[in-house]
Structure formats: structure tokens, C-alpha cells
């Protein structure tokens, strides 16, 4: 069936449509990492969005059990250049059309996807509407003018775990895969770490959990006095969806657990944590999502290739008091990293945790092991 | 930021000739270095001897020393420069070893000389398989189970270790040479004992066999604050058993998933690491079993390569530039993105495009090679193809090739039963990829093909969708066809060329409807950033999908259409010549447009011309770059073959060509045209007719007398060309799959005996001719003028000869109207002088009388073409008639014979060497020794000359044996050379032939008593016996010279050697 992407400046893309057929809105976006669409498929902080993969072949390799953030997509759509035939892989399981069927997703291929890349990267972040069955299109435009976009939409509450729950799975995946994300070094004790989960990728939990941590995932909103009834030796906020301001309510737990405990952010968590301090974010004009962006850890200079996947950014320009920026983008200088000058609090806006994407930051769950181990003490004083 | 504390003065190694397995890359990397030294304000001193480069170019270094890269001219180079530090890692596995024996010599201590790039440790450790495996072990990465064999006997002992089939793989050798796989003992005996001879260190690693396993290649790069970026991951798309660069491959990869490619990433960085390259590029290669995952790590190169040269115009990213400034001691972050300019080259490069390499083979040149593909490589050159999907790509990649196929059932042979076309597809070969296609026609599904081939079924997936696309177009005709269809056809890359062929109507009607419906090529950036950020560097593909970017280049502009895929007769001289056509057009002020699909080349380098079309070198290809950029000239001319050949057409289309008419060229290259211009100019021309067919072949050959020259038409490089003695060699000849017909004709010449052949290159702007040169070959006419050795200036030519030359060669100019250069060939005996061929075109001998003459010819050349004449050019001023004094140039030629085992070495009217070096020094004899020297097989100074001579030359070997028996020589020498050298009271040793019982030639050459053979081919009877000595030599390094004229000079060159120390000199202090 033929589909279409129609932006909000009336610019239109053709294409086929495969997977579920439906028609959705959301934010288009792209995103220029080149393997990882499983994982991009089933990362929470694609919420609400229209995702374009600038790599022209997707689902070469199919889909497998192991390549998976989160337990659904939450994605509003998926656009492609070429959308492979055939899976080949030893691990595959499936077709990537099979996968979007079954967890509903609207796919679009045979997209100008560089040319939507270019479009977004001109024109600034579009609404978009992505219809792949058969809806007219003046129906269509009509449904495309009444959205309103994600901006203003607290997507934390849509993707958020309903209650809390105990996370102890490991790494999954190639045997080598697995062994290259073992811990530098193993933690004399286990620290029961509470994650906030605002929209979380699953890869950071096994980075926790690969390091000894005893994870408890609770819903966004939980009440910090909750979470503190919780005993935790540090806190973990996460990445997710949206735009921060959007997730207000989280706040005051997010600043008093900061106060309190040994704190790591990452991307929403990040932005989090910035507006919980007194910082500001904005919106990015067209976001940063890839595999291939240099950030420089400003403490050595040295420079790594991350994950990114962010389309509000903290103002680097205006931090929050009593924090100092870490890290930054090399591509254009956006703050990518900072750290509270004296409690022990640190965030990143990038994906260490990879997921698609490079293993160069793997070291900031080691400091989050180090920092608690600083605050708690080496041993188990229990032992 | 801190700038780094840089040497004063950096030495740079370029790789010598091209050979197979190093090619153009690394004049392309080693002018990146140069310019990137430059920028610095380093001195720069280059040695290299490949005159056909860029990089020996006056203007890009400080000294340029056109010297053999020996240990002792670079011992010289660096007493007279004293050069702070050696950049030893753009040069290709040449330079590197080089400087390991710089090293291991002393001579680096000797001259307070360091390396920058590489250590000699990291080299080691990358280059020994041995200690490379340990180190690997040691940091938790898996290789491949393996021994080292230093003898036979251990090889035998131990080969259980691995099982069979083993690879061999000999240590410190060149693109693989010398390795092979070994099915059972009695294959792995000899194999292993030839891999010891050949490997430097004298041992052999035997592994066990990854074959069938998925094959990739990271290139990565390090800085000295340990920041490590992939710039490209590339996919063999034959598997593991094939050289990678024999393989067809993808880049990026296409079926890894982000788990499996990020554990290839790790590893990367760990074996860069580990290795302990601090600073600069590596290639990184890896196996991965397709159905247990299990990954392996298969080596590794501490420097730049033939891939990272595809990585870098694949992806945009200049690898050897950066990795130069790295290994001064700038780190990524400090360095620019080019092409973007915002962004800094500390990032990996996002591709949204796939990039097919295929290689281009000469097996048509080298018949007795045998054409099975395995660990050992065998191809001569490769083309490149950008296309927004796999399909495109493949089928951009096949017309880029140039072998008349355009598309994957183009020409593809017939087989005879099932059982053949399994074998073509479980046995590589050059022709799998068409084979594959022919399966899918006969009906076997993907996963039969993957069982026989092991070839990735996501590739023939792709691959059987396009033959089930072109068996939907054949079902129709050229004006039926449904427009969807044509536009899927186009979108998956298939040609015009093709679908006119399908349809059996010609290109142009598939053309034109085409553009009647307004189906043209959309041309989008190669930005390094999958379109994040805008690009500023202007380097395009085409693509059937996708909306055209970046607008015509604006102001006056030229398109300079390139030479394609390197092979046998059209090399690196080709892209030299259209390099300097865009410097020479920047002279005159216009803006440069290159086209051209050769990875490998400095034209491709994103800011040789203003503006790059990654573009299959074809018509359509061509004519739709000159559609959308309108520009006021094309020029075909400096290219070869390969541009000259779309001339006619494009001009009947109506574009500006720019130079001499294509009606010119015509009269030159047609036969009738051509003696017709001779007779109207009172040129004497070899008597010469053609046959259309065997009985007028006959006929005509009595009537012209043998010896006799044929050919078939229309080739190339002397392509099928033969000498032929007598007529029963006429029959053998035709038998060879010669096909002569109506529109295949056979031409027929009167060979010259005795002559000497001249080659002359001259300017001409329409109505003045100046002489860029004049080249003297040393062998007689009949070798091939691109195999022969020659000098500049003339030796042995009288006064008024040469004053003959240059006058013919005037008139021939002043009569086509050339405008630009023109070459022509004369040959000169008892019987006069003749005029043997007129190309009016740059030619091959361009670069070598550039460098010897320090004057860019061909740069010149483009000016005159953009209407400048030559008394405009103060450059060439005093030239004319003048001839330099004081230095003799030496060309001499390389060929690949070491590499294809079982070719006969021996030397004639067909091309088959792969490059040239130049020899220079006050006098012939030094200036041919340092030629040869540089051309890897250096003059022996001492020991035993095996001499085999038919009668012909019988008597002109007396001066010559005498003369090496006075230089100390031991001879020994077959019966019949042995008796008449007697006879004329020259000792000699006696000798059998290999097959007259022992001791024979070919025991003694493996004894390692012989150092010299000079064998002269005496006719088809023994042919066999006396190729297999000359292969032997070959085989075992040691000089085989197969003209008498060829021995005259290696005396001379012997002497010259024996007469002191060869002295160095930089081209800028040339006269």
C-alpha cells in the first residue's frame, strides 16, 4: 500500500507502507546510526516520534529477543529508505516487517530519508503525520493541523513503569559482545541503586547490574520519602522522552534525592537534573541522534564517540549553582556532561550505556560505583 | 590548544612502482602527507622513484630524490639531509619495510633520525604474525589457531596442529605473496618451501582455515592522547579465502548488527592498542563464522592502505592527511572536518549510501596464470561506485570495471552442465559475481548459492532481485516497457547500455525515452555526516532515488573526464596526466570538474579539482555530469584510453570538447586513415594489411613476408598482439581464440628487424610544435613500448636522426591540428626510419619526461587546449633542440611475473608490466643499475651468469659475456651459447638444459650459485624448458634479462656498480 509522511510545512514524502498499517503523528526526526535499528525501535525516549533512519537499508540482520531496550516500541512511526526482504543473520529470529506488525508500529519505506534529514536540519524539527493505509489525504491534513506536537505533552507519564519492580537482568547477546562490557572493576559490595524511570533504556540496568547493583525501577513520579523508605545508595535517573519541563512533578524528588545520595543522570535524567537545580534547557533545532558524535571529557581532554539521541539540550551557558560542566559536544558545543562541585552528583546528556552505538563512556558507571563507594564506604560495614 | 612540538624536517617513503597489491594509494596518501608536512612549514624530503606520481611533483617537496628505495640510497638520502624524522607509514608495505631495516641497520641512530607514525616495535608486532598472535592472546582477543614454520620439515611436523586445508601466510611480504592454501601434504610442502624463499625473516605462519567465514575490515584511527575513531567498516563480500584485494566489497558493512559491530569496535581499539600504534591509521581485519558468531581477529596493516584509500573516498574522510598530522603530534580534536569545516575530525563518519569496490584483473593479459582467486593477490587495479542502495551500487561498480559487461547477465559465458556452474561458484574466481547471476537464471535458490559460494545471502538476495528485475524488463520492448518498471530498473542501478542490449535497440533510444520522461540522475553529497550538517567540499554521486543537491558550479568551468580502473597499458601514468590537466585549467583560471570511479587516485582526492563526480567513466554516466554542469569544455584527452573512447559520440552530441578533434584522433588510430595521412606526409610506415578472414590472413601474411606483427583490432596495451615467425605460427596464433571477421579484422605489419625504437611526446597549440622529449628504448622493436626499458636522452641516436624525428613529428602535429600533446613512436634500422604508431593524446611517457625535464607537460598541455599558446608558456622557453647536460634518465619497467606464477617472462609486442621506475645519474650504466635496482631486481656485483642465447644473438653476446667474465663473473652457459662463446675465447662453463639431466640450470639457480640470467627466447620448440627457467628466476628474485640488448646495458649497469658508490641527487638540483 502506498504511504505517506506529510510534515507540517506541507512538505510530503511518498513511500510504501509495511509493518502495521495506521496512520499516527509525532515529531519527525532522524537519526544517522548506521546499525542498532532494533534497539532504536525499542528505546522509550523515541516516544511520540516519527523516526527517519538516514542509513538506507534497514532490517538486513532481522530482529532477535536479545536486541532490545524496552519491552514495546513506543515510537509513533518508522520511515526508511529500503526495508530488507530477507533477515540474515545467525542470530536473527525474524523480519523486522514481522516485528513492526506485531508491536504495532506504522512503517513507511522507499522514503527520501536524506532528504528528509536535510529538510529537519534547514527547516528545524517538523510535526509530521506518517499514514500507510489509505487514509485520505485531506483526512489526513486535517488530523496533521489539529496536532499539537509532543512539546507540550508530559510523555513521561505514557512510558513510565506503572509500579516498582526489581531489575536483575545481565547482558545479553554475543558471547564476545558480552564480555567486552565487563566491568573494569568489580565493586567490593552490592549497592541497592534506585532508578527513576522516566522512559528507561534497559542497557543501562545491565550496566548496573553488571556491577553488582540491586536495581529498583519506580515510577516517575514516586514521592521522594517513598524512595528514600527504599534504603538506596545511590539514584539513577534516566533517560525517556519529551521535553523535561513537561516532568516538573519530578522535581522535587529528583533535587532531594540529589541532596542526599549519590546521583547519576543520563539525557532526560540529565535535563532533570538541571531544572531540579535552578538550570535551563531548551529545545534543540533539530536534536542530535547518532552514533557518532565526539564529546570531549573535559577533565582529559580526550574525546569519545557516543550515542545520542536528545532533542532538548541543558543550557550549558546558564548552569545550575554548585555545578560545573564535565563534557561537551564537539560538533557544536552543546554541554554534553556535568557535575556538582561538592555533592556527589553527576550527569551526562549522551548515551553511555551505547545501545546502538559506541562503548567509549562505559567508565562513567564506574564512577557512579566509585562515587557511592566514597559516600557508603568500600565494604559492607554489614559484613 | 597547545600546538605540538613538531621535526623540522620530516623524510616521507613513497612505495616505488606500482606492483599488484600497491598501486596509486599511496601517491594518493603520500601527497595528502606532503601537503599535510607543508602546511606545517616542515622541510620535506621525499624518496621515491616512481616518476608517474604526483607526489615526485617539484612544487610538493622540499628535495624529491627519484632514488631506488634501498637501504643504500636512503642511507645516502639521509646522510646528505639529515632529516629529524621518517614518516614511514604512507608508503605502503615498501616504505615500512624500508624502515625496518633503517632501523635494524642503525642507520637511523647513525643519522639522529627517528620514526613518526609507527614505531619500529609497533611495526614488528603488527608485522610479525607470530608476535602479533601473542599479543592479541595476551589482551583477550581470539586469532585463528596457527604455527610458525620455519622449515620444511617443521611445517610437516606440525600441520596436524591446524588441519586442512592450511593457509600460508609468509611473513614481511607484499599484498600476500607468496601464501597460499594447501588442501593436502602434497599441495603443502611446496607451497610452504616457496613461501620461506620468498619471506624476508624466512618464515612462513600455517592457520588454520577460516574459509567460508565472513570477512570485514575497520579502518581506525589513533592520536596521541589515545583517542581511537573507526573511520569505515568495510564487508568482503567474498568470503574468507579470497585477498581482500581480490575480494568484491561494501563498505560500510550491511550485516552486522550494532552488538556484533561494536564487539568488531572494541577489538579495534584494543588491537591498536595493544599493537601500540600511537599515532595514525591502521587497518584492522576480521572473520566472523557466519552461523556459530565466533569473531577472529585475521591481521593487521600500522599504516595506511589500498583500503584505508577506499575508506577515505567512501567516506569523505581524508585518513592519510590526519593521520599525518596525528603522527606529528596533533590530536583529533585539534583537526578540522574537511568537508564539513564546522566540525572537527575527531568523530566516525555516517554513511547514508553504500560504496561497492569491485577489482579489475588482467587474466586476459596473463593466460598462463591460473585465474582461481585465493589468499594471494592477483588484481591489477579497482573501481569504486556510490549508490544510494547496494543494487545501485553493484551495478554502477560492474560498468565502472570496463570489461564491456553492464550488468550482472552481461556477457557472461555460457556453461556447459549444473556441474560446472556450482564449480565457478564454489571456487572463486574473478568472474563469481556473474556466475551467481547466471545461477539465479537457472533457477537455484539463494541458499544453494550461499552453500556453494559462502557468500551472504543478504548480498544475493539483492542480487537475485536483480536478476528477476532484468528478466521482467526482457519480457518487453525498448518502447513497451512500463514507465514504473523503467524507473525501478534505473534505481537499481541498471545501465542504459544494459537495457538497450535487452531490448536490442540502441543506447541512444533507451536514452532518449528516458529523458522524454524526464528520468534523469538525481547527484547527491558525499558529506561524511549522513546529511547532519551542511557539507562545504563539493564531492558527488549519482543516484535514480533522492533529490539532487548543490547546484551547477558557477563561472567559467572544464570537466576533466579520468582514466578509471587501473590495468595493464593504462596506470597511474593516465591519472598523473589528468591531475596535472586540473592544475594546468586552475592555471587558466577556470573552475575544474573531475570525473572519475579509481579509489585509488590523487584525481579523486576531494580537493584535487574543485569538484569531484564519483562517476563510472561511461557515456551515460558522463553525458548526464555534462547535462546537469553545462560546461565550456570537456577534456578527454589525458586519460587514455578510457575518455578518448566517448569522444565521438559526445561530440555528435554536441559537447564542447576541448583539444585535439576527435577526427584527428580518428586519422591517427584508424589503419586506413593512418597510412593514408603517412602517404600524404611521405612517411614511411611498416608495410601492413588486414585480413577479415583465416584464408585472407594466410594470403596477406605471405604477401607481406615473416616476420609479421598481428593483432586484432580495437585493443588495447597491445592487447592479443604477437610476433610471428613463420606461418605455421600463423594457425597457432588464430587457434589462441583470436576472433577475425567482417568487423573483427586481424591487422598484419611487416616486423622491423633490428630497429631501434624511439618514442617522441611534443606540444602543439595548432600552429607550433615544441619537444617535450625524446626516449630511446634499449630492447629492439617488438617489445612493447610500455614494457621496454629507454632512456632519455637519446644514446645512441645520430644528430641528424633526432633532427628527423623532430622534424616528422612537427608535421604530423602541424597536419591533425593537435592542440595539447601528441606522441608518436618511430622505428629506425638499416632500412630507414618508419613511423610506427601516432597517438595524439598525452601518453605514457608524459610523467617520466616531465620529471626528467622538470616541466609539467600535461599541465601545459591543458592550457594550450584552453586556448593559451605556447609562446605564451615562459616554461617552455629554450627547449626546443636544447638538450640537457649532465644526467641520463633511465626508464625501466616492472612487471608482475613474481606474483602470477607459471607466466613466462619473457618480453613482447603484448604489455604486461604493472609500473615503471626512473634510474638517474650521470651516466647510463649507473642510471640503468639504479633503474633496475628500484625496479626490484637489483644488478649482482659478483657470482654465476647463466647464459642462453639463440643463434641470432650468438654473436652479439661475445662482448657482453667477456665483459662480465673480466668483471669476475663465473659463466656457464647451454651447449650451443657455450660453443660459440668458446669459439670466440670466452671461457665458459657448461651447463645442461632442464631436461638433459643433472646438474641443470634449474639446479644450480635454487643451489643459489646463479645470480644473472640472460635468456633469449629462440622460438616456440623449447619454449617450455626455457620458461621454466625464467620463471625460477623469477620465482626466486634473481635478474632475468631476455634481450641482448637488455644485457649490454645490465653489463653496462654492472660496471657502473662495480665502479664506486652510486651517488643521490634531489630533483631540484637538477639542471
Not at chain 1, 529545545?283 to 569519545?304: D, I, M, Q, S, Y
Not at chain 2, 584485494?245 to 548488527?257: E, F, H, I, R
Request: glycine letters at 10%.
Amino acid at each position: 500500500m502506498d504511504g505517506i509522511l506529510l510534515l507540517d510545512d506541507g512538505t510530503a514524502f511518498s513511500g510504501k507502507g509495511f509493518g502495521h498499517l495506521g496512520t499516527r503523528v509525532g515529531e519527525a526526526v532522524f537519526t544517522t546510526a548506521m546499525v542498532g535499528y532494533q534497539e532504536i525501535l525499542t528505546d522509550p525516549s523515541y516516544a511520540g516520534q516519527i523516526v527517519a533512519m538516514t542509513f538506507p537499508h534497514i532490517g538486513n540482520y532481522g530482529v532477535n529477543p536479545q536486541d532490545v531496550e524496552s519491552r514495546a516500541p513506543a515510537l509513533a512511526g518508522f520511515v526508511v529508505h529500503d526495508v530488507s526482504p530477507a533477515p540474515s543473520s545467525w542470530r536473527a529470529h525474524g523480519s523486522i516487517q514481522d516485528f513492526l506488525r506485531l508491536h504495532g508500529v506504522v512503517g513507511l519505506c522507499g522514503v527520501d530519508t536524506r532528504a528528509l534529514a536535510r529538510h529537519c536540519r534547514t527547516r528545524g524539527t517538523p510535526k509530521a503525520l506518517v499514514s500507510n493505509d489509505g487514509t485520505p489525504l485531506e483526512a489526513l491534513k486535517a488530523r496533521l493541523a489539529a496536532f499539537q506536537g509532543i512539546d507540550g505533552e508530559d510523555l513521561t507519564a505514557r512510558v513510565t513503569a506503572k509500579a516498582p519492580y526489581t531489575f536483575a537482568e545481565g547482558f545479553e547477546g554475543p558471547e564476545g559482545f558480552v564480555a567486552e562490557l565487563a566491568p573494569a572493576r568489580m565493586p567490593g559490595r552490592a549497592f541497592k541503586v534506585v532508578c527513576l524511570d522516566f522512559g528507561l533504556k534497559e542497557n543501562i540496568l545491565k550496566n548496573l547490574t553488571a556491577r553488582r547493583c540491586q536495581v529498583t525501577v519506580v515510577p516517575a513520579y514516586t514521592p521522594l520519602d517513598e524512595i528514600l523508605a527504599l534504603g538506596p545508595h545511590g539514584v539513577f535517573l534516566s533517560n525517556g522522552p519529551g521535553n523535561p519541563e513537561m516532568a516538573a512533578a519530578a522535581l522535587p524528588a529528583v533535587r532531594g534525592l540529589a541532596e542526599r545520595l549519590p546521583t547519576f543522570g543520563i539525557c532526560f535524567g540529565h535535563q532533570l537534573l538541571a531544572l531540579a537545580f535552578g538550570g535551563k534547557t531548551y529545545k534543540l533545532p533539530f536534536g542530535h541522534r547518532g552514533a557518532n558524535h565526539p564529546v570531549k571529557r573535559l577533565e582529559t581532554g580526550r574525546v569519545e564517540i557516543t550515542s545520542h539521541n536528545h532533542g532538548f539540550s541543558v543550557d550549558g551557558d546558564r548552569l545550575p549553582a554548585g555545578f560545573s560542566a564535565t563534557h561537551v559536544n564537539l560538533n557544536d558545543g552543546t554541554l554534553e556532561g556535568m557535575r556538582h562541585e561538592s555533592l556527589p552528583v553527576f550527569s551526562v546528556q549522551y548515551h553511555p550505556e551505547s545501545s546502538p552505538g559506541p562503548h567509549d563512556s562505559l567508565y562513567l558507571f564506574d564512577d557512579f560505583i566509585a562515587m557511592m563507594e566514597e559516600f557508603h564506604g568500600r565494604r559492607d560495614a554489614r559484613r | 590548544m597547545m600546538k605540538p612540538v613538531m621535526p623540522k624536517s620530516v623524510l616521507v617513503i613513497g612505495s616505488g612502482p606500482i606492483v599488484i597489491g600497491q598501486a596509486c594509494e599511496f601517491d594518493y596518501s603520500g601527497v595528502q602527507a606532503l601537503k599535510a608536512l607543508k602546511e606545517e612549514g616542515i622541510r620535506t624530503i621525499l624518496v621515491n622513484n616512481n616518476p608517474a606520481t604526483i607526489m615526485t611533483d617539484p612544487d610538493l617537496c622540499d628535495a624529491t630524490y627519484l632514488e631506488p628505495i634501498e637501504p643504500w640510497a636512503l642511507e645516502a638520502i639521509l646522510e646528505k639531509e639529515r632529516p629529524e624524522a621518517i614518516l614511514p607509514t604512507v608508503g605502503g608495505q615498501t616504505a615500512l619495510n624500508a624502515a625496518m631495516v633503517l632501523h635494524q641497520s642503525g642507520a637511523l641512530d647513525r643519522f639522529g633520525c627517528h620514526l613518526i607514525g609507527a614505531s619500529p616495535q609497533a611495526i614488528r608486532a603488527a608485522e610479525d604474525r607470530d608476535a602479533f598472535k601473542a599479543i592479541l592472546a595476551r589482551h583477550g582477543m581470539e586469532t585463528s589457531r596457527s604455527f610458525v614454520a620455519r622449515s620444511v620439515e617443521e611445517g610437516l611436523a606440525r600441520v596436524a596442529e591446524v588441519g586442512y586445508p592450511a593457509i600460508l601466510r609468509p611473513s614481511f611480504t607484499l599484498g600476500g605473496a607468496g601464501g597460499g592454501i594447501a588442501r593436502t601434504e602434497a599441495e603443502f610442502g611446496p607451497l610452504l618451501a616457496y613461501g620461506l624463499a620468498l619471506s624476508p625473516s624466512g618464515s612462513v605462519l600455517v592457520e588454520e582455515s577460516l574459509i567460508g567465514w565472513k570477512e570485514f575490515e575497520l579502518e581506525v584511527i589513533r592520536d596521541r592522547a589515545d583517542n581511537v575513531v573507526v573511520i569505515c567498516s568495510i564487508e568482503n563480500l567474498d568470503p574468507m579465502g579470497v585477498h581482500t584485494g581480490d575480494s568484491v566489497t561494501v563498505a560500510p558493512a550491511q550485516t552486522l548488527s550494532d552488538k556484533e559491530y561494536q564487539w568488531m569496535r572494541d577489538w579495534a581499539k584494543r588491537v591498536i592498542r595493544a599493537v601500540g600504534v600511537d599515532t595514525g591509521g591502521s587497518n584492522i581485519q576480521f572473520a566472523l563464522h557466519p552461523q556459530t558468531g565466533r569473531m577472529v581477529v585475521i591481521e593487521m596493516n600500522p599504516r595506511v592502505s589500498r583500503s584505508s584509500a577506499l575508506a577515505s573516498k567512501a567516506t569523505g574522510y581524508p585518513i592519510a592527511r590526519v593521520a599525518t598530522q596525528l603522527a606529528l603530534g596533533y590530536t583529533l580534536d585539534q583537526l578540522p572536518n574537511l568537508i564539513t569545516r564546522t566540525t572537527p575530525a575527531a568523530f566516525e563518519p555516517a554513511l547514508d549510501y553504500v560504496v561497492v569496490k569491485i577489482p579489475r584483473w588482467s587474466f586476459d593479459k596473463f593466460r598462463e596464470t591460473d585465474p582461481t582467486l585465493s589468499t594471494h593477490m592477483k588484481s591489477i587495479g579497482e573501481v569504486m561506485a556510490i549508490g544510494r542502495t547496494f543494487k545501485e551500487a553493484l551495478q554502477k561498480a560492474l560498468r565502472s570495471v570496463e570489461i564491456g559487461r553492464y550488468g550482472l547477465l552481461d556477457g557472461v559465458p555460457p556453461v556447459p552442465d549444473g556441474n560446472t556452474l556450482k564449480a565457478k561458484l564454489a571456487i572463486p574466481n574473478w568472474e563469481r559475481l556473474f556466475y551467481t547471476a547466471l545461477a539465479f537464471q537457472h533457477g537455484l535458490c539463494v541458499d544453494e548459492v550461499r552453500d556453494l559460494s559462502g557468500m551472504d545471502p543478504w548480498f544475493l538476495e539483492q542480487m537475485a532481485q536483480l536478476v528477476a528485475t532484468e528478466n521482467r524488463l526482457r519480457f518487453f520492448s525498448a518502447e513497451a516497457c512500463p514507465a514504473d518498471l523503467l524507473v525501478q530498473a534505473k534505481e537499481e542501478g541498471f545501465a542504459d547500455r544494459r537495457l538497450c542490449k535487452l531490448w536490442d535497440v540502441p543506447e541512444a533510444q533507451v536514452r532518449q525515452r528516458r529523458e522524454a520522461m524526464g528520468l534523469r540522475p538525481v547527484y547527491l553529497g558525499v558529506d561524511t555526516c549522513a546529511a547532519e550538517f551542511e557539507a562545504k567540499t563539493p564531492y558527488f554521486y549519482s543516484s535514480y532515488s533522492g533529490t539532487s543537491e548543490g547546484v551547477p558550479l558557477a563561472g567559467k568551468k572544464v570537466v576533466v573526464v579520468g582514466s578509471g580502473p587501473n590495468r595493464v597499458g593504462q596506470g597511474i601514468e593516465f591519472d598523473y596526466c589528468c591531475c596535472q590537466a586540473v592544475f594546468g585549467l586552475k592555471d587558466e583560471g577556470y573552475e575544474t570538474i573531475m570525473v572519475n570511479c579509481n579509489p585509488e587516485t590523487v584525481s579523486t582526492d576531494f580537493d584535487t579539482a574543485g569538484r569531484l563526480y564519483f562517476e563510472p567513466v561511461t557515456l551515460e554516466d558522463v553525458k548526464a555530469i555534462l547535462d546537469r554542469e553545462r560546461p565550456d569544455g570537456v577534456v578527454l584527452t589525458f586519460g587514455g584510453q578510457t575518455p578518448l573512447k566517448l569522444a565521438r559520440e559526445l561530440e555528435s552530441l554536441g559537447y564542447p570538447l576541448w583539444g585535439t578533434s576527435p577526427s584527428a584522433i580518428h586519422r591517427a588510430e584508424d589503419r586506413q586513415e593512418f597510412q593514408a595521412l603517412c602517404q600524404k606526409l611521405g612517411l614511411n610506415a611498416p608495410p601492413g594489411n588486414t585480413a577479415r578472414n583465416l584464408e585472407e590472413a594466410h594470403a596477406k601474411a605471405r604477401e607481406l613476408g615473416f616476420p609479421l606483427m598481428v593483432r586484432p583490432s580495437y585493443v588495447l596495451g597491445g592487447q592479443g598482439m604477437a610476433l610471428l615467425t613463420e606461418e605455421a605460427h600463423l594457425d597457432q596464433y588464430l587457434a589462441q581464440a583470436i576472433e577475425v571477421s567482417e568487423d573483427h579484422p586481424l591487422l598484419l605489419d611487416s616486423f622491423l628487424q633490428d630497429a631501434v625504437e624511439i618514442d617522441v611526446d611534443a606540444l602543439c597549440d595548432g600552429r607550433d610544435v615544441v619537444l617535450a622529449g625524446m626516449l630511446e628504448h634499449i630492447e629492439k622493436a617488438g617489445i612493447h613500448s610500455g614494457d621496454s626499458s629507454q632512456v632519455f636522452p637519446p644514446q645512441t641516436l645520430p644528430q641528424d636522426l633526432q633532427a628527423r624525428v623532430e622534424d616528422l613529428t612537427r608535421q604530423v602535429a602541424l597536419e591533425l591540428g593537435v592542440v595539447g600533446m601528441l606522441n608518436l613512436q618511430f622505428a629506425w634500422n638499416r632500412e630507414g626510419l618508419f613511423v610506427l604508431e601516432v597517438n595524439p593524446r598525452v601518453s605514457r611517457t608524459v610523467p617520466f619526461l616531465s620529471k626528467a625535464r622538470k616541466v609539467p607537460f600535461a599541465r601545459l598541455a591543458a592550457r594550450l587546449m584552453a586556448g593559451r599558446m605556447l609562446s605564451d608558456l615562459p616554461e617552455l622557453k629554450g627547449l626546443a633542440g636544447d638538450r640537457p647536460e649532465g644526467l641520463v634518465f633511465v626508464k625501466a619497467s616492472v612487471f608482475p611475473f613474481a606474483r602470477l606464477l607459471g607466466e613466462d617472462p619473457v618480453l613482447g609486442p603484448e604489455m604486461k608490466s604493472t609500473g615503471e621506475v626512473m634510474g638517474v645519474a650521470p651516466s647510463f650504466g649507473a642510471a640503468f643499475a639504479k633503474a633496475l635496482s628500484g625496479a626490484g631486481v637489483p644488478l649482482p656485483q659478483g657470482g654465476a651468469v647463466f647464459l642462453s642465447v639463440r643463434d641470432q644473438d650468438k654473436e652479439a653476446l661475445v662482448p657482453v659475456a667477456r665483459g662480465l667474465a673480466d668483471l669476475g663473473f663465473a659463466l656457464v652457459a647451454t651447449r650451443g651459447t657455450r660453443l660459440h662463446l668458446e669459439q670466440r675465447g670466452v671461457p665458459v662453463g657448461a651447463v645442461n638444459k632442464v631436461g638433459e639431466g643433472k646438474p641443470n640450470a634449474a639446479d644450480l639457480l635454487k643451489a643459489g650459485t646463479l645470480r644473472l640470467v640472460i635468456n633469449t627466447p629462440m622460438g616456440r620448440k623449447s619454449q617450455r624448458d626455457e620458461a621454466s627457467i625464467r620463471c625460477q628466476a623469477i620465482a626466486l628474485g634473481v635478474p632475468c634479462i631476455t634481450t641482448v640488448e637488455g644485457a649490454r646495458a645490465a653489463l653496462e649497469g654492472i660496471r657502473a656498480l662495480k665502479g664506486g658508490r652510486l651517488s643521490v641527487s634531489p630533483l631540484q638540483s637538477w639542471p
